[in-house]
């Protein structure tokens, strides 16, 4: 059915030529147009819309430029030099680099032998993180679990029991170094300045299991860092 439909639209329409629009017309009836115009709109496909406000073929063939430099009107291997030259090395940046360079050299040496040599540490580091002693050998730690309630993190796991004289001890004082984001919270929150973050930041480890403190490691980073921990005076120290 759709085949005999468009061979009927088909001999319908046979023999009947499209009308032919005069484009010459179009441009002599525009208001100011010239009735003969020149030669350079037969180069034009549309002469409809030409405008020679608009034509600027003989402008660039007058005045090349690319990327801001004139073209000669005759190339020689001097121009090609020249060309060649300010696109490739780009001396405005090249020369600019050099002299850096040789100025950079001149200057002082910031770079450090490490592990030999190490860099100042500011007094508010946050590195490894110690649990302290009292001068007596007593631990400080009250085990009141608001270091364990500061940390965004939920690194710290403690577990307590009562002591003879009534008060609470920690059994259990863990830190997964692996979550820990070193925010400072603990040792801010703690009162009697048990749990601390030390100078070091030497404490790197191949397995994970190295990176999960207990209690005994947490006082023996206090024993070994305690000299250059610094904590608000304590009662018991006096």
């Known amino acids: ?25 179009y441009i002599k009836d525009r208001p100011g147009a010239d009735p003969n115009p020149p030669a350079e709109l037969t180069k034009h496909a549309n002469k409809a819309f030409y405008n020679p406000d608009l034509d600027m073929d003989d402008v660039i063939q007058d005045n090349i430029k690319l990327y801001g430099r004139e073209k000669p009107d005759e190339l020689d291997y001097s121009d090609v030099w020249d060309s060649t030259y300010e696109n490739v ?29 190490k860099g100042p540490i500011s007094p508010f580091f946050r590195g490894e993180h110690a649990l302290r002693r009292y001068q007596t050998g007593e631990e400080r730690c009250i085990a ?41 919270f603990c040792q801010e929150a703690c009162p009697v300045d048990a749990i601390v973050e030390g100078p070091n930041y030497e404490f790197s480890a191949y397995v994970h ?15 070994r860092w305690d000299c250059l921990l610094y904590t608000s005076p304590s009662p018991r120290d006096s």
């Open 209 to 223: 299991e190295d990176l999960l403190y207990d209690k005994y490691k947490l006082l023996e980073n206090g024993d």
């Open 89 to 117: 090395f780009s001396p405005e940046y090249f020369y600019h680099s050099f002299f850096c360079g040789w100025i950079y050299t001149l200057e002082t040496e910031y770079t450090i032998n490490y592990p030999y040599e």
């Open 144 to 184: 009141c679990k608001l270091c364990q309630s500061a940390c965004p993190a939920r690194a710290i796991t403690i577990e307590t029991e009562p002591r003879p004289d009534n008060s609470r001890r920690t059994v259990r004082y863990d830190i997964d170094m692996t979550k820990c984001i070193y925010c400072g």
């Open 1 to 25: 059915m759709l085949a005999r439909l468009l061979k009927t639209s088909a001999s319908a329409f046979k023999g009947v030529a499209a009308p032919k629009r005069n484009l010459s017309v």
